[in-house]
């Protein structure tokens, strides 16, 4: 059974970065990509960008473009995402989202989500 | 970038009747080749993260009761709840993998009557 495991809630000063892992049990991390989501209080979901260790390929949102960074390490089951120059709109829930095929196809898999708060 | 469109915003639905909530695309998700609809529903309930309920717009999740079903073609989607129940209760979303960047519904807020 596949299993993401995300690290705990943050809280950031504006103008900081954190950066949150995802680590995977259960499954292979390498064949399959993993996205970052993230929902703002009382809002819907918005995709970040996703990673597939296995081609070391990495997409972002241009929204986030230069502000955030996903990486894997694949010996530790475990992807990053970090997001730098926090601002109060950076405020949300983080989830990593495994797909379930090696190539475009939906997310079968969700870590539990990583509240972020910033705020001076 | 794709934008996906739900509606309602919300509904209310009396237990053991039918929800039904659209979705439409900004552009077309099926792809030709291998003739899929990259396409897929979503619910979350308070406090939990997203669960997959359809993918490829008509296959359940595994797990998934029989009593949710996705259909459509296209640009226009359709997830259908029957005989409404509880616990069924939360947002659902849809969601485009046809291409990046990844794309969301807003959402639609089934509740009970």
Known sequence: QVQLVQSGAEVKRPGSSVKVSCKASGGTLRSYGISWVRQAPGRGLEWMGGIIPLFGTVTYAQKFQGRVTITAVESASTVYMELSSLGSEDTAIYYCARQDCGGDCHYAYWGQGTLVTVSS | ?113
């Not at chain 2, 794709?2 to 039918?18: F, H, N, R």
């Not at chain 2, 640009?75 to 259908?80: D, E, G, I, P, V």
């Not at chain 2, 291409?99 to 969301?104: A, E, H, L, M």
């Open chain 2, 1 to 113: 970038d794709i934008v996906m469109t739900q509606s309602p915003d919300s509904l209310a639905v009396s237990l053991g009747e039918t929800a039904t909530i659209n979705c439409t695309s900004s552009q077309g998700v099926l792809f030709s080749s291998n003739k899929k609809n990259y396409l897929a529903w979503y619910q979350q309930r308070p406090g939990q993260p997203p669960k997959l309920l359809i993918y490829w717009a008509s296959t359940r999740g595994s797990g998934v009761p029989d009593r949710f079903s996705g259909s459509g073609s296209g640009a226009h989607f359709t997830l259908t709840v029957s005989s409404l129940q509880a616990e069924d209760v939360a947002v659902y979303y849809c969601q485009q993998y046809y291409s990046n960047p990844r794309t969301f519904g807003q959402g639609t807020k089934l509740e009970i009557k």
